[in-house]
């Protein structure tokens, strides 16, 4: 028997969660929506590859633990995320310089004093 899942529907978790408000979705939600079997690996499977083909360099898929669903997340988001913590770095960084600055003057005002 054929699975006939509604394909729309994972593409608007797709669309709507992951790509615009990006949000983590499991693959076993996104198997839900299309009305997977969860036993079924070759449907699985064969969705998954959609998905990757329609969404070229827009998914990730993580699996995080052995023996549990994949999380799906928008590959920019991560960039972002990415990109966020380099400028934090650099950030604290400069701080951290400013504050030795400002540690030198303050002795300095002493000595002079």
Sequence with gaps: MQNKGDYNKVKDIIEKNILVHNQAVSMA????????NP??????NKLKDRIQNDY????????????????????QALDMHMTL???EVLLKEAANIL??????????LNELS
């Design 29 to 36: 939600s996104i198997h839900n929506a299309y009305s997977l």
């Design 56 to 75: 070229k360099d827009q998914l990730l898929f993580i699996k995080v633990i052995i023996n549990t669903s994949e999380i799906v997340i928008n590959s």
């Design 99 to 108: 504050r030795g600055d400002i540690i030198d003057y303050i002795n300095n």
């Design 39 to 44: 036993n079924d690996t070759r449907y699985r």
């Design 85 to 87: 913590n380099d400028e």
